[in-house]
């Protein structure tokens, strides 16, 4: 397998290229919210957990609406819609599309609007989100910046758009830079802590991530964004591994949206965590909720080709993914994927997809995206792991989060440095260390690294972990994980716990 040819040129992004944890809940409103979605019980965002009384019979149906009131009608849909994208909420894919078109009409007709340049960067970036078509990324950076020009460096939707935009790229330093000037500017606008978190957290700043969510939630705000709040709130505390939290948080964001496809969004998120957990027939019930809510939810797709393969429905499971990629083409679902065919002894079709991948990370190489990561997790496993180990130390020495740090010490370990490899392994598991995501990859990673290095019981207790956490996270590496722990055997009796 032939090594990416597409490194950075330099540092920055490259245009080629703790207070105590919430109150524990139950987990009977995430089953009763799935049971009700997976029934289409849904009405105003609310769900509905009892039978729909359908409508009497009409003899006739009732009259159109007449031309004054569909404009009205289009008028406040596209005024809710580009709410949401001011404000970072999830948005439809064919809403997004119509107010794209509104705005570019109306920065050509008024070319010193500000805020529609600024509405115009905000809903390219969502867009790219959506479909992965990253030539949105060079027009919302065009957008953004022109509203700053117009307006001046007071103006935090653009400041904040480039934030978004920069997380979307991995640029987190600039995603601080413009997160930090707009929360300046405005300290009260909730919808730039999101932001600074994502970036917080990407350069492996945790206490500053959770510094920013504690502000965020001291916020007083709108019935219409506590959802995304509480999204948000989530993905912090599955960060420090506080599992059930996080469940309860998303649980009731899905709840509380305004929206079928924010609904969708958290309902995703929510397969995310149950998937993570290794509780397949619950991710798989969330992320079909989703797709039902959001045809356009790609990463749902994805979620159910994951939960599907898991559950020996190979046949769907490939179903599943090749519709996410048909939606959404991104180079990480391209790598499921081909790990996937790999794992069933279909190497063809595997080499299709690793190609497909390696076509798709030039694309948003090409749209200033940092796919540093990715490259070097795939050059590990599939290409060449000097080239991953050199990749992915440049990638630590910008940005160094969580899943750099085991990125790079699986790297590491298969280029055969195993003391080194140790070091990254224990930041990205050790709580103390900033790893408190409970993480299947994470401690496969570690526990191989401990086997070759002679740890025998710290070995043992990192695999045993990894499969207790999920015993289906990898179609490749979970057989391996299972294998290993047979030759070591059980633990001895005066064997000492591992630290």
């Not at 729909?52 to 006739?60: F, L």
């Amino acid at each position: 397998m032939c090594a990416l040819d597409n490194r950075q040129s330099g540092p920055t992004t490259s245009l080629l290229t703790e207070p105590g944890p919430p109150r524990r809940r139950s987990r009977v409103l995430r089953r009763l919210l799935v049971v009700a979605l997976a029934g289409g019980a849904v009405a105003g965002g609310a769900l509905m957990l009892w039978p729909h009384k359908p409508e009497p019979h009409r003899a006739t149906p009732p009259p159109a609406a007449g031309p004054g009131a569909q404009a009205k009608a289009r008028a406040a849909a596209q005024a809710a819609t580009q709410t949401a994208v001011v404000n970072g909420l999830p948005a439809a894919l064919p809403d997004l599309t119509t107010l794209i078109g509104a705005r570019e009409s109306r920065v050509r007709a008024q070319p010193k609007d500000a805020r529609a340049w600024a509405v115009l960067g905000a809903a390219y970036v969502e867009r790219a989100h959506r479909t992965a078509d990253t030539a949105d990324y060079p027009r919302a950076e065009r957008a953004l910046r022109t509203s700053l020009q117009v307006a001046g460096k007071g103006n935090t939707d653009a400041l904040a758009g480039l934030a978004a935009l920069a997380n979307a790229r991995r640029d987190f330093p600039t995603a601080k830079r413009f997160g930090e000037e707009a929360l300046k500017a405005a300290p009260k606008r909730w919808s730039t802590y999101p932001a600074l978190i994502d970036a917080y957290n990407g350069l492996g700043d945790y206490k500053a991530a959770r510094s920013a969510l504690d502000k965020l939630m001291a916020l007083k705000v709108g019935a219409a964004v506590k959802p995304a709040v509480k999204a948000r709130a989530s993905a912090v505390y599955r960060d420090r591994g506080w599992r059930e939290d996080a469940v309860a948080q998303v649980t009731d964001a899905a709840a509380a949206a305004g929206s079928p496809a924010e609904q969708a969004a958290y309902l995703t998120q929510a397969g995310q965590l149950a998937w993570e957990r290794g509780e397949r027939d619950d991710a798989l019930q969330h992320f079909k909720a989703a797709v039902r809510l959001d045809p356009d939810q790609s990463a749902a797709r994805a979620g159910q080709g994951r939960a599907l393969a898991a559950l020996g429905r190979t046949q769907e499971a490939l179903t599943a993914y090749q519709g996410a990629l048909a939606h959404r083409p991104t180079p990480q679902v391209a790598l499921e994927l081909a790990e996937l065919y790999e794992s069933l002894g279909m190497g063809r079709r595997a080499e299709t997809q690793y190609a497909l991948l390696r076509t798709q990370v030039r694309r948003e190489l090409g749209a200033g995206v940092d796919d540093e990561l990715l490259i070097g997790q795939y050059e590990t496993d599939h290409g060449d792991v000097e080239e991953a180990v050199q990749r992915l130390t440049d990638e630590w020495e910008r940005q160094p989060g969580i899943e750099v740090a085991d990125a790079l010490g699986w790297a590491l370990h298969r280029a055969g440095d195993d003391t080194e490899a140790l070091h990254y392994a224990s930041i990205a598991t050790d709580s103390t260390k900033g790893g408190g995501v409970r993480s299947a990859p994470y401690a496969f990673h570690r526990g191989m690294i401990e086997r070759d290095l002679d740890l025998d019981a710290q070995a043992r207790r990192h695999l045993q972990d990894a499969l207790r956490i999920n015993p289906y996270f990898s179609p490749l590496q979970a057989p391996v994980a299972r294998a290993t722990l047979a030759t070591l055997g059980d633990q001895p009796p005066n064997e000492e716990a591992p630290q």
